[in-house]
């Protein structure tokens, strides 16, 4: 059992202002074509990409009246910017509107923020597909749309990691505990 991609992008497009839902199918044509370069399953790509950003355009409190209701913990972090929170509550919300979509999905979903210590290669193909789709202008997302087939997947995705990492120190923004713990992985150390 599966979800209709159109269905989902259907639903996508009368869920999230018209913006994020453009946002959200580059991120799924985007995830398509580095799944292809990688063998990756396409279609799971594809609809983790147009589901990704399902939770996104929930109003703050809303989002972390959600997140409480879910058994999401929820940090100091969160409480401060609850947009951080719309990846694990839009996972959760997605398993609730698409019985059908698998624990692949949800996780590649849960995980397009912050990453994990432990991703599937379908998980990283749409964090790097969000960061580098078309939409984004920066001049590093160029450098990695070609660089995708090129490097390999798990390369592909610490850099696109570091370029975020970069841009939220550049802009004092708070580092969430999960982003700690995702960057000593990459970077090989101890990821506690
Ligand atoms: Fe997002
Ligand atoms: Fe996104």
Known sequence: MGVDREAALEAVRRRLSREGAAHSERVALT??????????????AYLAGVLHDWARDLPPDELLQEARMLGIPVTEVDERVPYLLHASVGARLVRREFPGVSDEVVDAIEQHTFGSPEMSGLAMAVYVADSVEPGRTHGSAAVLR?????LPLREL???????GLRHLIDSRKLMHPKTLKTWNSIAGGDPS
């Open 31 to 44: 995830a398509r074509r580095i799944a292809e370069a990688y063998g990756i399953d396409v279609e799971s």
């Open 157 to 163: 995705f610490a850099r696109a990691y570091a370029d």
């Open 146 to 150: 070609s660089a995708i087939g090129a």
